[in-house]
């Protein structure tokens, strides 16, 4: 099972009753946070699934919007009584910007890894237990958007492990991918294990233009969080010159990704009521949710 909470849904600036843009994810126990505006250490106390678990923050690009609270979250780790490594992967030029914000965080009690992902072809990484693709986006920053995959492995195959008399009490350890000796017979997990089944699939995209990379990128999604920043289509001007995205072509992405779901979020502070524009995406991908701060979701595996 995987596990999000949208801890905001707003672009550019912090408002009253509307965090900036941040996605945390749980996974068996373990958490990740994409994205660190200003306040999301107070959008994180709201949604109150704790600091410790995390263990790593990924950035889609080093817009304030996006980066600017990561000095006062490092320090909240900290205090919070954090030993262990924490990861921090984004577009290159993380380790300088890390550098200059931690100017002001200077003494943390435990160790930075910086990860700097390329922005000319998507990157592949694992962490806990998920798997991180990247793919480069079109913002007026270098920006990448994330898909993070729980993969599933095949159905146990009882007859098979009775077959090559495997003790019943190896069969979790096999099922777990793990490979076992049995006195001189070394068992992998393939012997075992059917075809990978369907896992569970969330990508998240904030702040580019539509790319056509990400239609395959996003393709069969559980769910596709993406940027709405703007409504109404007397902005879509503004869209193009901002290297932003209307609802509309959210709507279109999601469409033909064929995702099952579409949260909107990163509202321009003008737009006051997204839900005003919310029928008219769902001309165009009727699941979709012109998403509010804290809006959770639990996805399990569909067989
Ligand atoms: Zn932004
Ligand atoms: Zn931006």
Redesign the pocket.
Known sequence: MLDVCLLGTG?VVPLPNRWLSSLLIKCNGRMMLIDCGEGTQISLRMAAWGFKAIDAILF??Y?A??IAGLPGLLLTLGNSGRAEPLTLLGPPGLKKIVEGLTVISPILPYELKLIELSIIESVETCLNDLVIKSLPVE???P?IAYSLELKRQGKFDVERAKHLKIPVNYWNRLQKGMTITLADQTIGPQMVLGELRKGIKVCYC??TRPTIGLVEFIQDSDLFICEGMYGDQIDSGKAEQK??MMFSEAGFLAKQGKVKELWLTHYSPSLTEPQEYIETVRTIFPKTIAAKDLLIKSINFTD
């Open positions: 672009g889609t690009h817009h919007d996006h913002h007026t920053l920006c904030t702040d290297k932003h």
